[in-house]
């Protein structure tokens, strides 16, 4: 990602692992405009009880204002039976970042061995997001 390309058109969307990275990401960098949004499934800012081995990704707590400063959309995705990631641990998340949670009742962790080959909710929140920005 490079700071110069993104803008308030750039939505970032992330699953598991990759949204403390995009936490992180966007806590360490000082970005021209607040992007369009953030858009995180499973997403988790705290140790996983089951996968200590990751614990080096949030032993460091992140800076919550500047990421909600950084995004002018946010949105969680989350399952209520994920086995990974504790729905909970998504749902502490949302409001870390005052995001608006979105609650799957089994969507598991939304891998291919739950069901998943796509996400269609994603294209919806999307979708919503991207018709506020033209009307």
Same mark, same amino acid.
Request: charged share 20%.
């Given at each position: 990602?490079?700071?110069?390309?993104?803008?308030?058109?750039?939505?970032?969307?992330?699953?598991?692992?990759?949204?403390?990275? $995009?936490?992180? +990401?966007?806590?360490?960098?000082? *970005?021209? /405009?607040?992007?369009?949004?953030? #858009?995180?499934?499973?997403?988790?800012?705290?140790?996983?009880?089951?996968?200590?081995?990751?614990?080096?990704?949030?032993?460091?707590?992140?800076?919550?204002?500047?990421?909600?400063?950084?995004?002018?959309?946010?949105?969680?995705?989350?399952?209520?039976?994920?086995? $990974?990631?504790? +729905?909970?641990?998504?749902?502490? *998340?949302? /409001?870390?970042?005052?995001?608006? #949670?979105?609650?799957?009742?089994?969507?598991?962790?939304?891998?291919?061995?739950?069901?998943?080959?796509?996400?269609?909710?994603?294209?919806?929140?999307?979708?919503?997001?991207?018709?506020?920005?033209?009307?």
């Amino acid at each position: 990602l490079n700071k110069h390309t993104l803008n308030e058109h750039t939505y970032l969307v992330a699953h598991s692992l990759g949204c403390p990275a $995009i936490l992180r +990401f966007l806590e360490q960098t000082q *970005l021209h /405009q607040p992007l369009g949004g953030i #858009l995180l499934v499973s997403g988790f800012a705290k140790s996983l009880p089951d996968l200590k081995m990751l614990d080096e990704f949030t032993e460091e707590s992140f800076d919550f204002q500047k990421i909600i400063e950084s995004a002018k959309h946010r949105a969680v995705i989350a399952s209520k039976d994920d086995q $990974i990631v504790p +729905f909970a641990w998504s749902k502490d *998340l949302a /409001q870390q970042i005052d995001a608006k #949670l979105y609650e799957v009742q089994h969507g598991g962790h939304f891998l291919e061995t739950d069901g998943f080959t796509s996400l269609p909710i994603v294209y919806d929140v999307l979708n919503s997001y991207f018709s506020k920005e033209t009307c």
